[in-house]
């Protein structure tokens, strides 16, 4: 598992500065508790959409243990994605990888970089993701709650989910160039209270980098006698421009999906 002092110097190597590091770790309890409040319901939902197949379409299914599954709920689409990754020895190791704000360099070529942005504890905390826009130009990023929750010695999940955060994103500019849309969660409903305000970067402030929120993600990571078995959640808001088609939305889902993979070739038995 990962220690509290891999989480803090991840900040520390990012964010030199000790006046955000400051911001980062002094969190008011009341924002603490609704931080957790809103993980817990965020967990419901994780189990609730991975325990039942019945309703989702099967999208893809290879002979080395990954089946994509498909389906709608609130007008968005939700993933889920089964792998079987044949090396228990590497339960500790998928861990690290999809706790780490930088992880996903691993695995994703258009990821850019991570960081925590707020840490309440070493299992909760905010955590910033910037990837090449595919959808656009540029880059697009989200913050998003996420919990590590250890559910037995052999099993962990990882959630995250958006709230419309003020990381002060232009806000100025756009409510005189723009009319302001807020961006409401339509699965994890009590995330839309939580509106804490994130100290970000002056691309996020000036408006040069776009912006996508995440729905929900999970990950359970579950050890087997023979193998760790990964199941992936995941709803995602791009955020898309009107003029993007929703092929080009749904094959950008897709690619990122599949990246997840990649773990399976990673973190195979020698």
Request: proline share 2%; hydrophobic share 35%.
């Amino acid at each position: 598992m990962q220690s509290i002092t891999f989480a803090f110097g991840s900040i520390s190597n990012i964010n030199s500065s000790n006046k955000k590091v400051k911001q980062q770790l002094s969190i008011n309890t009341k924002e603490s508790k609704q931080a957790k409040d809103v993980m817990a319901e965020a967990l419901v939902f994780a189990y609730k959409y991975v325990q039942n197949t019945n309703d989702y379409k099967l999208y893809l299914k290879d002979d080395e243990g990954a089946t994509l599954y498909f389906k709608r709920v609130n007008n968005t689409d939700i993933a889920k994605l089964e792998l079987i990754i044949p090396n228990p020895d590497s339960y500790d190791g998928i861990i690290n990888m999809l706790w780490n704000p930088n992880g996903e360099k691993n695995f994703d070529s258009s990821f850019i970089k991570g960081s925590f942005s707020r840490i309440y504890n070493k299992n909760l905390v905010i955590v910033q993701r910037r990837y090449k826009n595919s959808l656009g130009s540029g880059q697009i990023y989200y913050h998003a709650l996420a919990n590590k929750v250890e559910a037995s010695k052999d099993k962990t999940i990882i959630v995250l989910t958006s709230s419309d955060m003020n990381d002060h994103d232009g806000a100025t500019f756009k409510k005189y160039a723009y009319p302001i849309v807020e961006y409401v969660n339509p699965i994890v409903e009590y995330v839309n209270s939580f509106t804490p305000h994130i100290d970000s970067e002056d691309d996020i402030r000036n408006r040069h980098i776009s912006k996508m929120y995440v729905n929900l993600v999970a990950f359970f990571i579950k050890k087997e006698v023979d193998s760790v078995k990964v199941t992936y959640i995941s709803s995602i808001d791009y955020n898309a421009s009107s003029y993007v088609s929703q092929y080009a939305v749904k094959n950008t889902t897709i690619k990122k999906i599949l990246n997840i993979i990649k773990l399976r070739d990673i973190f195979k038995k020698e």
